[in-house]
């Protein structure tokens, strides 16, 4: 067992994988949501084995006793992979991850370091805003301290009818002109927002991107820049 594995399953989610990999019998449903948050490869031990009536193969038998994994706590054995994590149904205390719904996520997202180009994540982010069909929400309170930053609105935006909200004071007065007068159906609104350090982008209130650093860094490589991507139903600005 020399790989390091991600993450533990639970007895029922092991069991459920083990029906969906074999050909078995498996909730369908329960096994999507199981890959939505699944990391190969799993660890698990003897006494797991025997708990969920599974037969492994005689060399895996051998392979798990000769790495002392025979008798641990599923805890125990979270804490010897790569992510800490028990993947569940019931429980949302750590470790465990319940994949109905937990506060930990499993997201798209992409990390450029400096020098790096990020192309890639502007061509992401611009693909999420074409769908937008009543208004994006511009979250980042340093905005109007990069004048370029408009620029990169003007290019991920659609040119359709689009209310595009942003906090009191943070667009100055030239990037809100350019953005009026790049597309004249996009409707400027100017709103009280509560205060975050992050920057958002909030598509219909249905898709929500977060960047750790400023706008003007989608197409500035001189810093790191880092985004997360999630589907959601509610957001910090409702």
Sequence with gaps: ??????????????????????????????????LHYYKPVYLTNIAQLERIGH??????????????LVRQSLEELARKTRFKVILCTDRDDFPFVNIHGDKLENNYGGTFLRGEPRTKAM??????????????????????????????????????RLTIRFDRGSLS????GELSSAYSAW???E?????????????????????????QYLTDARK???????????????
Aim: proline share 3%; charged share 30%.
């Design 224 to 238: 790191e820049f880092t985004y997360l991507v999630r589907k959601i139903d509610t957001h910090p600005f409702q």
């Design 123 to 160: 061509a992401h982010i611009e693909a999420l805003c074409a769908d937008a069909k009543s208004e994006i929400i511009v979250y980042d309170k340093y905005f109007a301290g990069f004048r370029d930053n408009v620029e990169v609105l003007k290019r991920i935006f659609p040119k359709c």
């Design 187 to 189: 409707n400027l609104s």
């Design 55 to 68: 037969q492994p193969d005689t060399t895996l038998k051998i392979n798990l006793a000769k790495s002392g």
């Design 191 to 215: 709103e009280s927002l509560p205060d975050y350090h992050d920057r958002y982008l909030i598509i219909d209130n249905k898709m929500e991107i977060v960047l750790t650093s400023g706008f």
């Design 1 to 34: 067992m020399g790989k390091l594995a991600n993450l533990v399953l639970s007895d029922e989610l092991l069991s459920q994988f083990y029906g969906f990999r074999e050909n078995g019998d498996y909730d369908r449903k329960l096994v999507e949501k199981l």
């Design 173 to 176: 007065a030239y990037q809100r």
